[in-house]
């Protein structure tokens, strides 16, 4: 499409920035800054639409997907100039259902309910959306949990990730359940809890990390869980589970979306 057209602007950061564009034969040269793309190089980019590639110079482009951790992971393109998901090992790590990662973020945090001067904590950064829309409503603070490097080197290269640099955005790079019981009790006035699907993380559904969970909650503080829409593999319902150690682990259930979330409440 943008060959083909030949626009006078285009995004070379999916959509956040329009930069005015000269054509020549065989490049484009970038109004501003010092940058001239080969028109064939731009070509073979083009053929994968939702690959997203990233470079420095201008000349060497390079796709951002990686195998470590013993696994794959990609950043990938949903739609034009939209915030990217991440994909690790062929599993997408955001709700695109009829909506995208970036719009989806924002309803996490609205129905959590961020407000001005709130100190949040957000479990599973991944490219750092609900993180940066809590900021984004006011919170004071937002402490960041996220295990895996990989991820967090991914999200640096995610033109939509970049505000994670906010002094405001603490992020922590460990596994949650190691790093949870280490922060302080009564803390934070919301947690926003968005982990892998239960069969990838179960450690992240477990009693005692609900109790972790409940314990650096101030009183009245709120917990979005979001759950999804997945069953067991014995075709048990995975909201009625959480939904039964959140109760044992002392929160009140405020409402439950269904195949999406459930929002609690630490009661005292």
């Excluded at 949903?78 to 709700?95: R, V």
């Excluded at 609205?110 to 490219?127: A, Y």
């Excluded at 439950?256 to 630490?266: D, M, Q, T």
């Amino acid at each position: 499409m943008l060959l083909k057209k030949r626009p006078k602007k285009a995004s070379f950061d999916l959509g956040l920035n329009f930069l005015s564009i000269k054509w020549t034969d065989k490049t484009i040269k970038l109004a501003n800054i010092n940058c001239e793309i080969n028109l064939e190089e731009l070509k073979k980019r083009l053929k994968s639409s939702s690959t997203i590639f990233y470079s420095v110079d201008c000349e060497e482009w390079i796709p951002i997907k990686t195998f470590s951790e013993g696994k794959f992971f990609k950043l990938v393109s949903i739609a034009p100039y939209e915030a990217p998901t991440l994909e690790i090992s062929g599993i997408h790590m955001h709700n695109i259902a009829h909506t995208t990662p970036w719009r989806d973020s924002e309803r996490k945090v609205e129905i959590l309910g961020v407000k001005p001067g709130q100190m949040v904590l957000d479990i599973c950064t991944g490219l750092g959306y609900t993180a940066i829309h809590a900021r984004l409503r006011g919170a004071s603070k937002v402490v960041t949990l996220e295990k895996s490097r990989t991820v967090l080197k991914i999200a640096e290269a995610n033109p939509w990730s970049r505000r994670l640099k906010d002094n405001s955005i603490e992020i922590i790079n460990m596994p949650a359940e190691e790093a949870l019981p280490s922060l302080p009790s009564k803390a934070y006035d919301k947690v926003l809890h968005d982990p892998p699907r239960f069969a990838l993380a179960g450690e992240l559904y477990s009693q005692n990390f609900y109790v972790e969970l409940y314990r650096v909650l101030r009183a009245g503080g709120m917990l979005f869980h979001y759950t999804g829409a997945p069953k067991s593999r014995r075709g048990l319902d995975i909201q009625a589970g959480i939904i039964k150690r959140l109760k044992s682990a002392g929160f009140e259930i405020l409402r439950v979306i269904k195949g999406y979330a459930i929002l609690a409440r630490k009661v005292s």
